[in-house]
Protein backbone atom coordinates (compact mmCIF):
# COMPACT_ATOMS: atom_id res chain seq x y z
CA UNK A 1 0.00 0.00 0.00
CA UNK A 2 1.18 3.35 -0.61
CA UNK A 3 2.68 5.11 2.20
CA UNK A 4 0.49 8.41 1.30
CA UNK A 5 -2.97 6.60 1.51
CA UNK A 6 -4.50 7.17 4.86
CA UNK A 7 -5.79 3.67 6.01
CA UNK A 8 -9.58 4.06 6.86
CA UNK A 9 -11.78 1.09 8.79
CA UNK A 10 -14.98 0.91 7.55
CA UNK A 11 -16.79 4.23 8.93
CA UNK A 12 -13.77 5.48 9.33
CA UNK A 13 -12.73 9.09 9.60
CA UNK A 14 -14.74 11.38 6.58
CA UNK A 15 -11.58 13.59 6.66
CA UNK A 16 -8.81 10.57 6.29
CA UNK A 17 -11.55 9.61 3.61
CA UNK A 18 -11.42 13.06 1.89
CA UNK A 19 -7.42 13.26 2.25
CA UNK A 20 -7.16 9.59 0.33
CA UNK A 21 -9.35 10.66 -2.14
CA UNK A 22 -7.65 14.31 -2.39
CA UNK A 23 -4.26 12.68 -2.73
CA UNK A 24 -6.01 10.62 -6.16
CA UNK A 25 -7.55 13.46 -7.36
CA UNK A 26 -4.07 15.08 -7.01
CA UNK A 27 -2.23 12.08 -8.90
CA UNK A 28 -5.20 12.01 -11.49
CA UNK A 29 -4.66 15.96 -12.81
CA UNK A 30 -0.50 15.38 -12.96
CA UNK A 31 -1.25 12.20 -14.83
CA UNK A 32 -3.66 14.27 -16.84
CA UNK A 33 -1.40 17.11 -16.86
CA UNK A 34 1.96 15.42 -18.27
CA UNK A 35 -0.35 13.46 -20.86
CA UNK A 36 -1.99 16.79 -22.18
CA UNK A 37 1.62 18.35 -22.30
CA UNK A 38 2.89 15.20 -24.21
CA UNK A 39 0.08 14.96 -26.90
CA UNK A 40 1.54 19.07 -26.92
CA UNK A 41 4.88 18.43 -27.69
CA UNK A 42 3.82 15.42 -30.12
CA UNK A 43 0.93 16.04 -31.89
CA UNK A 44 1.75 16.22 -35.85
CA UNK A 45 -0.69 16.93 -38.90
CA UNK A 46 -2.51 19.53 -40.91
CA UNK A 47 -4.27 21.00 -37.99
CA UNK A 48 -0.90 20.80 -35.72
CA UNK A 49 -1.57 24.70 -34.56
CA UNK A 50 -4.93 23.98 -33.95
CA UNK A 51 -4.26 21.19 -31.64
CA UNK A 52 -0.96 22.47 -30.52
CA UNK A 53 -2.73 25.75 -28.90
CA UNK A 54 -6.08 23.40 -27.44
CA UNK A 55 -3.77 20.59 -25.67
CA UNK A 56 -1.44 24.27 -23.91
CA UNK A 57 -4.79 25.28 -22.71
CA UNK A 58 -5.93 21.82 -21.35
CA UNK A 59 -2.10 21.20 -19.46
CA UNK A 60 -2.15 24.78 -18.26
CA UNK A 61 -5.54 24.33 -16.23
CA UNK A 62 -4.73 21.11 -14.78
CA UNK A 63 -1.00 22.26 -14.08
CA UNK A 64 -2.53 25.18 -12.48
CA UNK A 65 -4.70 23.07 -10.21
CA UNK A 66 -2.13 20.69 -8.81
CA UNK A 67 -0.37 23.31 -6.42
CA UNK A 68 -3.69 23.85 -5.17
CA UNK A 69 -4.97 20.63 -4.56
CA UNK A 70 -1.72 19.89 -2.42
CA UNK A 71 -2.34 23.24 -0.71
CA UNK A 72 -5.79 21.37 0.33
CA UNK A 73 -4.15 18.45 1.43
CA UNK A 74 -1.40 20.02 3.46
CA UNK A 75 -4.85 22.15 4.83
CA UNK A 76 -6.54 19.01 6.19
CA UNK A 77 -2.96 18.18 7.56
CA UNK A 78 -1.71 15.38 5.18
CA UNK A 79 1.04 15.26 3.38
CA UNK A 80 0.46 15.78 -0.70
CA UNK A 81 2.51 12.62 -2.59
CA UNK A 82 5.47 14.16 -4.73
CA UNK A 83 6.73 11.16 -6.33
CA UNK A 84 6.08 9.95 -9.83
CA UNK A 85 5.85 6.26 -8.99
CA UNK A 86 3.43 7.39 -6.13
CA UNK A 87 1.36 9.54 -8.86
CA UNK A 88 1.21 6.29 -11.05
CA UNK A 89 0.31 4.23 -7.86
CA UNK A 90 -2.70 6.30 -6.78
CA UNK A 91 -4.26 7.21 -10.41
CA UNK A 92 -6.92 5.49 -11.90
CA UNK A 93 -5.48 7.06 -15.37
CA UNK A 94 -3.91 4.37 -18.23
CA UNK A 95 -1.23 6.59 -19.28
CA UNK A 96 0.07 4.89 -22.59
CA UNK A 97 1.20 5.86 -25.99
CA UNK A 98 -1.12 6.65 -28.66
CA UNK A 99 0.79 8.38 -32.13
CA UNK A 100 0.76 11.29 -32.98
CA UNK A 101 -2.59 11.98 -35.01
CA UNK A 102 -4.58 14.62 -32.69
CA UNK A 103 -7.77 12.79 -32.75
CA UNK A 104 -6.23 9.83 -30.48
CA UNK A 105 -4.49 12.22 -28.98
CA UNK A 106 -8.31 13.88 -27.95
CA UNK A 107 -9.69 10.54 -27.57
CA UNK A 108 -7.25 9.53 -25.11
CA UNK A 109 -7.61 12.53 -23.24
CA UNK A 110 -11.12 12.80 -23.37
CA UNK A 111 -11.05 9.13 -21.46
CA UNK A 112 -8.58 10.65 -18.95
CA UNK A 113 -10.61 13.27 -18.59
CA UNK A 114 -13.38 11.13 -18.16
CA UNK A 115 -11.82 9.55 -15.16
CA UNK A 116 -10.80 12.37 -13.34
CA UNK A 117 -14.25 14.31 -13.56
CA UNK A 118 -15.89 10.95 -11.99
CA UNK A 119 -13.60 10.98 -9.22
CA UNK A 120 -13.56 15.21 -8.54
CA UNK A 121 -17.74 14.48 -8.07
CA UNK A 122 -17.18 11.60 -5.63
CA UNK A 123 -14.48 13.82 -3.74
CA UNK A 124 -16.40 17.00 -3.73
CA UNK A 125 -19.82 14.52 -2.57
CA UNK A 126 -16.74 13.85 0.20
CA UNK A 127 -16.02 17.69 1.15
CA UNK A 128 -19.37 18.13 1.90
CA UNK A 129 -20.34 15.41 3.84
CA UNK A 130 -17.31 16.26 5.87
CA UNK A 131 -18.25 19.53 6.06
CA UNK A 132 -14.99 21.04 4.30
CA UNK A 133 -16.66 24.06 2.22
CA UNK A 134 -13.66 25.42 0.85
CA UNK A 135 -11.84 22.13 -0.63
CA UNK A 136 -15.67 21.25 -2.00
CA UNK A 137 -15.96 24.72 -3.59
CA UNK A 138 -12.44 24.14 -5.21
CA UNK A 139 -13.56 20.81 -6.37
CA UNK A 140 -16.70 22.38 -8.16
CA UNK A 141 -14.32 24.85 -10.11
CA UNK A 142 -12.03 22.01 -11.12
CA UNK A 143 -15.46 20.03 -11.59
CA UNK A 144 -16.73 22.97 -13.83
CA UNK A 145 -13.30 23.23 -16.20
CA UNK A 146 -13.32 19.01 -16.57
CA UNK A 147 -16.72 19.27 -17.40
CA UNK A 148 -15.60 22.46 -20.33
CA UNK A 149 -12.72 20.02 -21.21
CA UNK A 150 -15.69 16.91 -21.95
CA UNK A 151 -17.94 19.01 -23.92
CA UNK A 152 -14.74 20.43 -26.16
CA UNK A 153 -12.58 16.66 -26.47
CA UNK A 154 -16.26 15.20 -27.05
CA UNK A 155 -17.06 17.43 -29.42
CA UNK A 156 -13.53 17.35 -31.38
CA UNK A 157 -14.11 13.26 -31.00
CA UNK A 158 -17.56 12.94 -32.45
CA UNK A 159 -18.77 12.02 -28.63
CA UNK A 160 -20.80 15.22 -28.02
CA UNK A 161 -23.73 14.72 -25.71
CA UNK A 162 -25.33 18.26 -27.16
CA UNK A 163 -29.12 17.36 -27.02
CA UNK A 164 -30.66 19.15 -29.73
CA UNK A 165 -33.66 20.54 -28.35
CA UNK A 166 -37.03 20.68 -31.25
CA UNK A 167 -38.27 24.25 -31.74
CA UNK A 168 -41.91 24.07 -29.88
CA UNK A 169 -42.87 27.18 -32.00
Not at 120 to 149: C, P, Y
Request: aromatic share 12%; charged share 20%; with cysteine.
Amino acid sequence: MNEYVVSTQQGGNSKDDLATQLMCVLSDTVIFKFLAHGYHWNVRGAEFTQFHKFFQKIYEDADGAIDPLAENLRKLGYDAPFLLEDFLSLSCIEARPVGYDPMAMSSSLYEANEKVLAYLMDTFDTANNSRQQGVANFLAERIDMHQKWKWQLGTTIGADATVVVPNLM
